[in-house]
């Protein structure tokens, strides 16, 4: 069944308004008619709403909201992930896997060793086709949210938005003991809000380590082999969906 985010205002009592691209991809890539069901989020409340297509009109859908689906899709617990700038498109790959590993957020970090250096111009463009890539994805592994990719912080910012959350990991090349990281990821409980930071290629400079430490991230390691940085974030949130979905008995 297709999926599509709208904006809760479109939600009206029993209909549903579907407006912008989504229009053109109905009718004329999906050639969707009326009477056909589609499900419908807002990205907010996590919910799913069932609906018919009453009218395919020029500019909008109409539909008919038939009942609301509540089954807990996503993890019980918020996941930001924490991503150092990595170098060519190689962001894009992170935040589609991220949302399909349910990541609550993106945060992307201009660490010290970050290749890529971002002007204001070219951040909103980078962030505006980003969200996309992110709402995109959302709809591909039937998310009931879409997570936000958030504006580029430094690595001081990322740090003071993350030192209140409950779980701090931060994956560091030179941090050693498997059976730490184990005991980290298997405290992980259902409601905790959990930051996940990721170095750049270059890894992170002695300076952030220690940034890091002293607002309570703990370094682990993720194994005997260097991962690049677009794979060390994909195994950390599998680790940690496994733990909370495991638990949940799914």
């Not at 009453?54 to 539909?63: F, G, L, P």
Request: with cysteine; proline share 4%; aromatic share 8%.
């Amino acid at each position: 069944m297709y999926q599509f985010f709208v904006e809760s205002g479109q939600i009206q009592g029993k209909t549903v308004i579907i407006t912008g691209s989504d229009v053109n991809h109905i009718k004329n890539v999906l050639r969707m008619k009326p009477g056909e069901e589609i499900a419908v989020s807002n990205g907010v409340d996590g919910r799913e709403y069932r609906c018919g297509i009453e009218e395919i009109r020029e500019d909008e859908v109409v539909c008919t909201l038939r009942f609301i689906k509540e089954d807990g899709l996503e993890l019980p617990s918020r996941i930001y992930l924490f991503q150092c700038l990595p170098k060519a498109d190689k962001m894009e790959l992170v935040i589609q896997k991220a949302v399909e590993l349910g990541a609550f957020a993106v945060v992307p970090v201009a660490a010290k060793r970050c290749v890529v250096k971002l002007d204001a111009k070219k951040e909103k463009s980078k962030l505006a086709r980003w969200q996309g890539i992110a709402e995109s994805a959302a709809k591909q592994s039937k998310r009931r949210i879409v997570p936000e990719v958030m504006p580029v912080m430094s690595m001081q910012e990322a740090l003071h938005f993350a030192k209140d959350m409950d779980v701090k990991l931060f994956p560091y090349e030179l941090a050693e003991g498997m059976g730490k990281t184990k005991e980290l990821i298997a405290g992980i409980r259902p409601g905790q809000s959990i930051a996940v930071f990721i170095g750049p290629e270059g890894g992170f400079e002695d300076g952030e380590v220690e940034a890091a430490s002293e607002c309570g991230f703990v370094p682990v390691t993720l194994g005997r082999r260097i991962l690049r940085t677009e794979t060390a974030g994909f195994t950390v949130l599998a680790w940690i969906m496994y733990q909370l979905e495991a638990d949940q008995g799914v």
